[in-house]
């Protein structure tokens, strides 16, 4: 009696807490990896031109210290995948801090990343104080739909897409700004960040399931 109680309590407590840690998923902080180098398992890269400089560095604010992702150059599209993961459905979220940028101040999430010519893409920008969902074809960006929302400068926010068939949600600091369909692009891909023109932005604490 005491041996199917006890299985009860483990199968509860297992069904109570598995779903919990399961929605964190995998978590990228950029602590393992060297300095003033582009992070380990990551292709960085552009759509269109320029000379971005994606790169690991030391920052005091980061909110999981000591690393953080960083953006500093310029370029039409710059992006920075994790090529080992393929997501078809699930989530990605980041933190990220927009420093700088007369053109552009974006943080931007990337899911079913074909190649650097096929891919969704999530941008909050805190010059505009807008979302925008665009999915890029052949190397062209192509909008779907933007919505105003309070980008804050020079500060950390939490910018979320959640994905599921042709469902797309997308999250600024806990607040849903956008829950739309769209097939622009289906089947799996890679998922990470990106940024727009002279943006310098930084991100930390990469999380996808």
Request: charged share 25%; glycine share 8%.
């Amino acid at each position: 009696m005491k041996r199917v109680t006890l299985k009860l309590f483990t199968a509860i407590l297992i069904s109570i807490f598995l779903p919990i840690f399961s929605a964190y998923g995998e978590q990228v902080n950029f602590d393992k990896d060297k300095p003033n180098k582009a992070p380990d398992e990551w292709n960085c890269g552009i759509t269109g031109k320029g000379n971005p400089k994606w790169m690991v560095i030391r920052e005091n604010t980061a909110p999981s210290s000591p690393n953080v992702l960083s953006q500093s150059g310029r370029g039409t599209f710059p992006w920075c995948v994790i090529p080992g993961v393929s997501l078809s459905n699930g989530f990605v979220e980041v933190k990220f801090k927009p420093l700088s940028g007369k053109i552009d101040q974006a943080g931007g999430l990337i899911w079913r990343f074909k190649d650097g010519n096929q891919y969704y893409v999530a941008r909050a920008n805190a010059l505009e104080n807008n979302i925008s969902l665009y999915h890029v074809e052949k190397g062209r960006r192509k909008t779907i739909t933007y919505v105003d929302a309070r980008v804050p400068h020079n500060e950390w926010s939490t910018l979320r897409v959640e994905f599921a068939g042709d469902r797309i949600k997308i999250f600024l600091n806990g607040r849903k700004y956008v829950d739309l369909k769209d097939k622009n692009i289906s089947g799996a891909g890679a998922v990470g960040v990106w940024t727009k023109a002279d943006s310098k932005t930084l991100f930390d604490d990469f999380i996808y399931e």
